[in-house]
Structures are given as structure tokens and as C-alpha cells.
């Protein structure tokens, strides 16, 4: 029995149409979840009787999110400094193929990596590589780490191009989360006949896993979505063809939470005083003061030493003799800018002088202290964040570390949810078309001796290179660590790739060194001709 015709029977008597079932259907299913999911929002308790949360309001946070980024200079400096000291460039692929698995020798799998490396840089640098032929691949992954900095995820399809004329079959699709939502209650009815769920846009098995998303496209008249179901295993060759990465927080999540989600509200609240003090010091920059106008000035010099011995009916009398006048052309004087110097006043008007008491000096300091708190709640240092590392070299190293590792466990989290798939349905282009040879690919365990690889990213900023390289020797010498790591921390380079260029450069400087014309050696070579030809 589908959710519907259970829905249909429970209804049957209140003959409610389908789209008040389907209203109702949802309105059971999320409406107490989505009362309780945390959406961003704090509120100051008084009682001590906070909201129970269950879960989260993953729309309402992205698109919270999403307004920070904008909105922010604080999140929007916290999400481009994260993605400057992680992917920057993009990551690089160092292939590491299992030579106890495919039977290879050292030789054999350096010279397999090699050839696996060299295809992979080539089609990398192509934009061939996007589906919309508009981006490298370094830059795909710069959009897809942002997208998962700013949406807390990422959507990727990857599609086979049967155009011969490229490097490599392959093709990547990043789509926006947003478009990832909830379909039709037809669908959701279809997906359950199935035996699955649809959560949040995304249908799940029994086990929980990722079967199928679903997209919309919005028609020409923009009025109605339509909605498409997308499967992440293709039906006849098994391989993944959607790309779903996010880092999960809690068991069960199902998308993923932004970065910024923890502190929305406070990078909201600092935007709002920002702004507030910049329109408060702007209005103190240009107003100086204010005119006041006296409404009526009596001309009548006898009022002015009128004595304590005058009746009232004298007095009455005296000012409606007296002439009232009101300061000359008073309405014709506007004044449409600030910045101006006021010499002269009429009759009847004063200045006022005003003080907002703008800037306030404190500012700076109270959001440097709230972002103290803030950013650590995110794994980024305020200082990172700043660019400006003022302390001693002990704790600006410190702050350099802890940012690196925490930096390191995104590569890592990225590296295999985007890294990884790309290079495998990579090695399935290049094997089809001849490129690489990788017999038994098919084969599961041999398909992950062939891909295993490590992926790159920034070496750690050095403060001191001199005193960290004599580190990095004592690290080697006493078997703490081999060259190639050190290699790859302190420059991201290969030890492999620096001998080879050193043997060449070293080749270069010997040819290079050796003299143009040697005068000794060419008279003697003379002088033996001259004696073979006595002879």
C-alpha cells in the first residue's frame, strides 16, 4: 500500500482533493521536524528553557548562508582566506599504484605512475574538462570547494562525451545545491513503491544510501518546475555518476550544513552595527550643527525695558502696536549638501551644534573579540582570516599549525568525495581510448591498486625558512621522515621531480662550465697532424 492510498483512505470521508492530501501529506511528515531543525537563529533565553533541536532546516541554513557570504566582509574574508590556503590553485595528483597488487616491479609502477600523471596534468589544464567548456579543471575545483564553504555541498555529474577529438571522454557538471530539492508527490510515491525515501531531494535505499537526486528546471514561462530524476550509479556500467560531497556532522545527515552556519548570527549582528556606525560617523562627517529659528522677534525697542510697574492692558496694548516680522527670505534658503560653511545668520536664528559622538573607537576592538570566538568555531584563526600575524614568531607559527591542520582534514574530506571519483572515471576515459593500459581494471581490487593516489595541496607557510629546513634535515637523518614528505611540506614538490631536474640542471652547469676554446689541446692537435703529414 503506497503513502497515498493511505493518506486517500484516512481522508475518504472528509473527500479532500489530491493537492489538500498531498498538503497534508507534507505537513505531517515535516512540519514538527522543521519547527525544531536549527536554521541559524539564536534567541537569548531568560528562563533557561531552551528549543529542543532535532536536525537541521538544511534550505533555510543555506540560503542564510549564502546571504552572509554577501552581506559579511567578515564571512565572506573567512570563506575565500579558506579556500586561498586549502585548494588555491587546485590539488595535485600524486598516482601511487599498488605494485604488490598488480604484480609490478619499483620500476614498472614509477614508470605507470608517471605515464598516469602526465595524462592527468594535460587534460586538467583543458577546458574540455567542464561539460560547459568554460573552466579548467583547477577552477571546477575551486567552484565545487566553494560551493561546499558556502552551501555546506557540492553537486557534480560526471558525463562520457563521444567526441574522439578530445583529450579525454570525461566531462564534470557542477549543478547548484538549490536545485537539488523535493520533488513531486508523484515521484516521491514512485521512489516508495521502490522501497526507497526521499529526503531533502535526495532518495535513499533502506540502507541509507544514495540512489538518486532530483533536479528541477524552470520552463520557459517560469512559472511551473520541472523535475528530474538523476541516478548516481549509471543502469549498465555501475559507475558513479553523481558527485555528492559534504562533510557530515552528525549520523544520518543527509546534505550538508554551511560553514558559516554556527556563527550566521553573529556575522549578522556585526553587519548590522557596521553599518549602523559607517551611516552614524557619515552623518556626523557632514553635519556640523542645526539652525533654529525663533518663530517671532518683536521689533519694539520700549519692550525690551518695559518696567514691572506697566498694567496689563498697557502692556496688551503696546504689542499689538508693535510690528512682528519673521527673518527675511527664510523659505527661500535650502540647504541641499553638507560640507558648506554658514557665516551669516538672520534675524531670529541660532546654531546648534550637534555630536553623535562618531566613530566610536571601541567598535573595532568589541568585533575583533566576538570574531576571536567566532572563528575557531569554524577552524580558521582570526589572524588567518585578518592576514595580519602581529604576535611573536612562536605564536604566529602556533596559529600557522593549527590553521594548516585544520586545513589538511578538509583536503582530505574534498580530496575524496571530488579528487578521487574525477581521477577514476578519468582512468575509465583514458583506458577506453587507449591512453593508459591498465589490465584488469574491471576487477574491484585492482581497479584501487590502479587509482590509489595521494592528493596535495599548499605546503605550510614558512616564517623562518632557514631554521625550519635545518628541521626538516635532522627530521631525515634520524628516520623521523623521508625526503619526498619533506619535499611536499615544506615546497609541495616531489623529491622524484627535483633529482630528475637537478640531474639535468647539474648536467647543464657541466657542459656549461667546460671551456669554448682550449688553446693548449689545439696546439698539440696541430702539431700532430703536422707530424703524420711528414711522415
Known amino acids: 500500500m503506497s503513502i497515498f492510498s493511505v493518506f486517500t483512505k484516512k481522508t475518504k470521508e472528509k473527500s479532500l482533493s489530491r493537492h489538500e492530501i498531498e498538503a497534508n501529506y507534507y505537513k505531517n511528515l515535516y512540519h514538527r521536524s522543521i519547527s525544531t531543525r536549527f536554521d541559524g537563529a539564536k534567541s537569548i533565553s531568560i528562563d533557561n528553557n531552551y528549543q529542543s533541536l532535532r536536525g537541521f532546516d538544511y534550505s533555510e541554513l543555506q540560503e542564510k548562508a549564502y546571504i552572509a557570504m554577501w552581506d559579511s566582509v567578515q564571512g565572506r574574508g573567512i570563506l575565500k582566506q579558506m579556500r586561498s590556503l586549502t585548494i588555491n590553485t587546485g590539488l595535485k595528483l600524486q598516482s601511487m599504484p599498488e605494485k604488490e597488487i ?46 561546499m564553504l558556502i552551501f555546506g555541498e557540492f553537486f557534480a555529474i560526471l558525463r562520457y562525451s563521444d567526441d574522439e577529438g578530445r583529450i579525454n571522454p570525461l566531462q564534470i557538471q557542477i549543478i547548484p545545491p538549490h536545485m537539488v530539492t523535493q520533488p513531486t508527490f508523484d515521484m516521491i510515491e514512485k521512489a516508495t513503491n521502490r522501497g526507497n525515501r526521499v529526503e531533502d531531494g535526495i532518495e535513499l535505499d533502506k540502507q541509507g544510501r544514495e540512489v538518486a537526486i532530483y533536479t528541477y528546471n524552470e520552463n520557459e514561462t517560469k512559472i511551473e518546475k520541472q523535475y528530474k530524476r538523476l541516478e548516481v550509479y549509471g543502469k549498465n556500467t555501475k559507475r558513479k555518476m553523481i558527485l555528492h560531497g559534504f562533510i557530515y556532522e552528525e549520523p544520518g545527515q543527509i546534505r550538508g550544513i554551511p560553514f558559516l552556519a554556527p556563527i550566521i548570527q553573529e556575522l549578522t549582528k556585526i553587519t548590522d552595527l557596521e553599518l549602523a556606525e559607517l551611516d552614524s560617523a557619515s552623518v556626523n562627517a557632514s553635519l556640523a550643527g542645526a539652525i533654529k529659528r525663533v518663530a517671532d522677534v518683536v521689533n519694539n525697542q520700549k519692550l525690551n525695558n518695559m518696567g514691572l510697574g506697566w498694567s496689563d492692558e498697557e502692556l496688551l496694548n503696546e504689542i499689538d502696536k508693535s510690528e512682528k516680522i519673521k527673518p527675511a527670505k527664510y523659505e527661500e534658503r535650502k540647504i541641499t549638501r553638507g560640507g558648506f560653511v554658514l557665516q551669516n545668520l538672520e534675524a531670529g536664528e541660532s546654531l546648534d551644534t550637534i555630536d553623535t559622538k562618531r566613530p566610536n573607537l571601541n567598535i573595532p576592538a568589541m568585533i575583533d573579540k566576538i570574531m576571536e570566538y567566532a572563528c575557531p568555531a569554524i577552524g580558521i584563526s582570526l589572524e588567518a582570516v585578518k592576514m595580519l600575524f602581529g604576535q611573536n614568531y612562536s605564536a604566529s607559527k602556533g596559529a600557522l599549525e593549527l590553521n594548516w591542520r585544520n586545513f589538511q582534514f578538509l583536503i582530505q574530506n574534498f580530496s575524496s568525495d571530488f579528487e578521487q571519483e574525477v581521477f577514476i572515471g578519468f582512468m575509465w576515459g583514458a583506458i577506453a581510448k587507449g591512453d593508459i593500459i591498465a589490465a584488469g581494471f574491471e576487477n574491484p581490487i585492482i581497479r584501487a591498486a590502479w587509482t590509489n593516489a595521494y592528493w596535495s595541496g599548499l605546503p605550510i607557510p614558512s616564517l623562518n625558512p632557514f631554521v625550519e629546513a635545518k628541521a626538516a634535515e635532522l627530521r631525515v637523518n634520524n628516520g623521523f621522515s623521508n625526503r619526498e614528505n619533506e619535499a611536499q611540506n615544506s615546497t609541495g614538490t616531489s623529491f622524484d621531480d627535483n633529482i630528475e631536474r637537478l640531474q639535468q640542471e647539474n648536467q647543464k652547469l657541466v657542459e656549461a662550465n667546460q671551456p669554448i676554446f682550449d688553446a693548449e689541446n689545439n696546439i698539440n692537435q696541430e702539431n700532430n697532424n703536422n707530424n703524420i703529414g711528414d711522415e
Open 102 to 147: 598488480l604484480k609490478l616491479t619499483a620500476e614498472e609502477a614509477n614508470e605507470k605512475a608517471n605515464i598516469i600523471e602526465a595524462n592527468f596534468k594535460l587534460w586538467r589544464k583543458q577546458k574540455e574538462c567542464d561539460y560547459e567548456e568554460k573552466n579548467t579543471f583547477n577552477q571546477l575545483e575551486q567552484i565545487a570547494f566553494l560551493s
